[in-house]
């Protein structure tokens, strides 16, 4: 099925809710599944997968690390990207984050520093992604296969990789041009999961709630 990059957010966001994701949090998630999903990079089919486990329960940096017990970066991508800047920024060091999931989506968090000068590297098993100086992206390595328990590196940037990117700047903005005219391709078993999750934030049918405009009397589609 065919989905708007507007519906990927909204969707996403109320999904990341109803798994326990608070205010600010499921608004980011639905920020970076739109931005992955828009660049042709997957997001919404780890994202269902990690619903049921939900949001890490706390999230506690020792010594430079922060374990996420194998809970997914999604729901907390832009807490920890905001901790490693800061660090790097302050000369602590970068961030590793142990025990992560769907790595991809620290990359989605960490594009806002692209724009500062901050050249940055999100590393994890077989993978690296660099954002240099001037904000340009490139992947390198095993980033699409699916992480599940890995260790992540953010760095400041080293000296670039000798092996081509596996995806560069121009195709990624190429692809990201083609999601805003057309939106994406996305499995309909996925989209039923995130709807599922999305549910349980609605506002019970009462009559109250229809009184206040949660909900209609007759049906809307007639």
């Known amino acids: 099925m065919h989905v ?11 999904a990341a809710r109803g798994a326990g994701a ?4 499921d608004t980011e998630a639905g920020a970076a599944a739109t931005w992955l999903e828009a660049r042709g990079l997957p997001a919404l089919d780890p994202l269902a997968a990690a619903l049921k486990h939900g949001p890490a329960r706390g999230l506690v940096l020792d010594d430079g690390r922060v374990a996420l017990a194998d809970a997914s970066c999604a729901f907390h991508a832009g807490t920890l990207i905001d901790l490693a800047v800061a660090r790097l920024r302050s000369g602590a060091g970068g ?16 594009e806002r520093f692209a724009r500062t000068g901050l050249a940055l590297t999100i590393a ?3 993978a690296e992604v660099r954002f240099d100086a001037a904000g340009a992206l490139a992947l390198h390595g095993a980033v699409l296969v ?12 080293g000296p670039p990789p000798r092996a081509a990117a596996t995806l560069a700047a121009t195709a990624l903005d190429r692809r990201w041009r083609d999601a805003i005219a ?9 989209w039923t999961r ?3 999750f999305a549910r349980r934030t609605y506002v019970p ?18």
């Open 4 to 14: 708007s990059l507007n519906e990927i957010a909204t969707t996403v966001e109320r």
């Open 22 to 25: 608070t205010a600010g949090v």
């Open 95 to 110: 961030l590793k984050v142990t025990d992560a999931r769907d790595p991809l989506f620290l990359v989605a968090a960490a």
């Open 124 to 126: 994890w098993d077989g």
């Open 146 to 157: 699916p992480a599940s328990d890995v260790n992540v590196d953010v760095r400041v940037a």
């Open 182 to 190: 057309r939106g994406v391709d996305v499995d309909p078993a996925t």
């Open 194 to 196: 995130l709807r599922d």
């Open 205 to 222: 049918a009462s009559a109250l709630s229809r009184s206040r405009g949660a909900g209609a009397e007759v049906d809307d589609s007639a």
